[in-house]
């Protein structure tokens, strides 16, 4: 399996870095280049860390950086622990002065964050650091480069390795298949909007065993119409809730206007998944993908837990 050996790859990296750094290096900072191309090198050992997005929040309490954490936006809800962090303004529209206030040794930004926003504080001379994830592989790239640049290298590489395990677990236990079930992933129903090519909830699909036809309408996240919908007829149909004021339900779904020719809706195979671990490029993503495998592959749910 092509992913599977791409994966395993990774792994044999991630390993070598951690048998290369000496454990005296390793209480300090390795300098990395982040998905903005800069170079990022610490003099020492962050104390005081800011998050720009949910998933960094996920990454660096999990590498055991959470004491470290001294702001967060307020879309940022998990882990429990994070909750009691003062935020510092939401993910697209963040109080540079609230940031600067907390006088942080560095800023962790996400693809989400506007650039505009990451330029400013570049400007204000403060140490920010960029990460992209649009994969699963991406995911586990930040997270090692998280750990180097913050001096917590074995957290990180204990976390990734442990992941990476899982994943390996479940991609066993999906096989080898020829025909992938096709997958509609609904972000939004009005209008219907869904996850195109080329991105993190694209690749989990296809990671499960599904074959994403969001991607049919192109990269990002395309409308999609009615009438497209029903030509290529999806055999499992995934949504979420929406938002807190738009919660979509399971029966909404089955019983919408014109569905009832799908044949995901006709064989009563459409699941609600929680969003946030299935669009997250996070730890939580191995929650997201077992979810995703038992959406797809239902005779395989029982077994999917137990990983």
């Keep these: 399996m092509k992913m599977l050996n791409r994966i395993t790859k990774i792994s044999c990296i991630l390993l070598l870095i951690a048998l290369v750094i000496s454990p005296a290096v390793q209480s300090a900072t ?147 298949r020829e025909e992938r079930p096709q997958v509609f992933y609904e972000i939004w129903n009005e209008p219907l909007t869904t996850a195109g090519g080329d991105n993190f909830i694209d690749n989990m699909i296809s990671l499960a065993g599904g074959e994403n036809i969001g991607a049919e309408a192109g990269s990002g996240w395309p409308q999609f119409g009615l009438e497209d919908l029903i030509y290529l007829d999806p055999e499992v149909y995934i949504s979420t809730p929406h938002s807190a004021d738009h919660q979509v339900s399971r029966e909404e779904i089955l019983n919408r206007d014109n569905y009832q020719v799908l044949t995901a809706v006709q064989n009563e195979r459409v699941h609600i998944i929680d969003q946030d671990v299935v669009s997250r490029p996070s730890p939580r993503l191995i929650d997201g993908l077992k979810a995703l495998v038992g959406a797809i592959y239902p005779e395989l749910e029982d077994e999917i837990e137990d990983i």
């Design 30 to 176: 390795v300098g990395i280049t982040d998905d903005l191309g800069n170079e990022v090198e610490l003099d020492e050992a962050p104390e005081r860390i800011i998050s720009l997005a949910p998933n960094v929040t996920e990454m660096l309490f999990a590498i055991g950086l959470g004491d470290r954490v001294v702001g967060i936006t307020s879309f940022c809800d998990y882990p429990e622990e994070a909750m009691e962090v003062d935020t510092i303004g939401s993910i697209t529209e963040p109080n540079i002065e609230a940031i600067v206030s907390k006088e942080p040794d560095l800023i962790v930004a996400d693809g989400i964050n506007p650039m505009e926003i990451i330029e400013r504080l570049q400007e204000l001379d403060m140490n920010v650091v960029g990460f992209y994830p649009a994969s699963v592989q991406d995911t586990f790239s930040a997270m090692t480069r998280l750990g180097l640049v913050t001096g917590n290298i074995d957290e990180s590489a204990e976390v990734v390795n442990d992941m990476e395990s899982r994943i390996d677990a479940i991609l066993d236990l999906i096989g080898e």
